[in-house]
């Protein structure tokens, strides 16, 4: 059983900071990509910022030069660090990773629960 464990959600003041990390447990034996997507009610989820094995990353335009994807291949795990937070950054974020649950299964994607992230004064 694999599972993607997401925390550092909140709330946040316009122009603040928050660090989300999301962590692959259980039986993962490799994982490809990561990332993080978010999704607002009656809307798509969106990417936001991906990053390969390799430290290879891609952003959203949206959030370029503010937000910083970061992974840690030992830990399995992957961090957001978003800055200059704007009330339109205010959405639910879900951690997303290519993965095989064991050697001799396919990869494939696997999704966090989802943490809040909210931007008002």
């Known amino acids: 059983q694999v599972q993607l464990v997401e925390s550092g959600g909140g709330l946040v003041q316009p122009g603040g900071s928050l660090r989300l990390s999301c962590a692959a447990s259980?039986?993962?034996?490799?994982?490809?990509?990561m990332g993080w997507y978010r999704q607002t009610p009656g809307n798509q989820r969106d990417l936001v910022a991906t990053i390969t094995r390799g430290g290879w990353t891609n952003y959203a335009d949206s959030v370029k030069g503010r937000f910083t994807i970061s992974r840690d291949n030992a830990k399995n795990t992957i961090y957001l660090q978003m800055s200059s937070l704007k009330p339109e950054d205010t959405a639910v974020y879900y951690c997303?990773?290519?993965?095989?649950?064991?050697?001799?299964?396919?990869?494939?994607?696997?999704w966090g629960q989802g943490t809040q992230v909210t931007v008002s004064s």
């Open positions: 259980g039986s993962v034996a490799s994982i490809n990509g």
């Open positions: 997303n990773a290519n993965l095989q649950s064991g050697t001799t299964f396919p990869f494939e994607n696997y």
